[in-house]
């Protein structure tokens, strides 16, 4: 068996009495277009902190590329690889995308200052600055502040921010919150073009953009994973229908 990509051992996290995860299990190859989902409070949040950082596990161990990374803060485990985006927008509302871009870029590299020395001194940057904003549909509004862009624009550019750091693993955490349905063709045509090496587990309460771009599903409920399959068998499943899909769900 080829190492896992990101892994979870057996981990538990306890606030007090409440066991919010509860010995999940959890394994995504490399290259992996997984999503998690699960009703309101199944704990979702709380494991995709305990993944990135910002939790530590009472009990259990998370794996990122075969390593025990447990102990490390977020920020270690973004220079690791480990990167995420939020559901509600972590973004610089009074500037640019190309500016926003041209930071994440820099700091990437090890350069501090101002975007626009950045830019300046190295054509580089603002050659990968153009892809990312090419890529994810944002060069018409490059130079538009984001809090003026329409909130799908704004989805978007979260996603290519958390790019821009090159990661290996890339959390989503529900993408599509939000999002108006006319904008929401754009979030999933966007997650379709993340780069194949790029191993992605999507968090999300769509379940018509779960089941498009998912390749494998697991279920959390009360903490505990349910099951886990490709998106057929979780369709299938009378458990899965009964606390989260509803009966008639896709088929």
């Not at 603002?126 to 538009?144: H, I, P």
């Not at 599903?217 to 994973?225: P, Q, Y």
Request: hydrophobic letters at 50%; one cysteine or more; glycine letters at 10%.
């Amino acid at each position: 068996m080829s190492e896992a990509a990101l892994e979870t051992r057996g981990l538990v996290r306890r606030f007090g009495g409440l066991v919010a995860t509860d010995n999940v299990s959890l394994r995504l190859e490399p290259g992996a277009r997984h999503a998690l989902i699960g009703p309101n409070g199944a704990g979702k949040t709380t494991l995709v902190n305990l993944l990135t950082g910002i939790l530590k596990p009472t009990a259990g161990a998370v794996l990122l590329e075969g390593r025990d990374v447990s102990a490390l803060s977020a920020n270690a485990r973004v220079r690791r690889g480990l990167c995420r985006t939020f559901q509600i927008n972590q973004l610089f509302p009074a500037m640019t995308p190309a500016e926003s871009l041209c930071l994440a870029v820099g700091e990437r590299l090890g350069r501090g200052g101002s975007w626009l020395g950045l830019a300046g001194a190295d054509g580089a940057i603002l050659g990968e600055v153009e892809d990312l904003l090419r890529r994810f549909d944002l060069l018409a509004v490059m130079d538009q502040p984001t809090h003026k862009l329409a909130y799908g624009k704004q989805r978007l550019l979260e996603i290519a921010l958390a790019l821009a750091r090159r990661p290996r693993v890339l959390l989503l955490d529900e993408p599509a919150a939000g999002v108006p349905e006319g904008e929401r063709a754009d979030i999933l045509a966007a997650l379709a073009a993340l780069p194949a090496d790029v191993t992605i587990l999507l968090i999300e309460h769509d379940m018509d953009l779960v089941f498009r771009f998912a390749t494998r599903i697991s279920v959390l409920v009360a903490g505990r994973l349910l099951m886990e399959g490709s998106p057929a068998e979780v369709a299938a499943d009378p458990r899965v229908r009964e606390v989260y899909l509803g009966a008639d769900a896709h088929g």
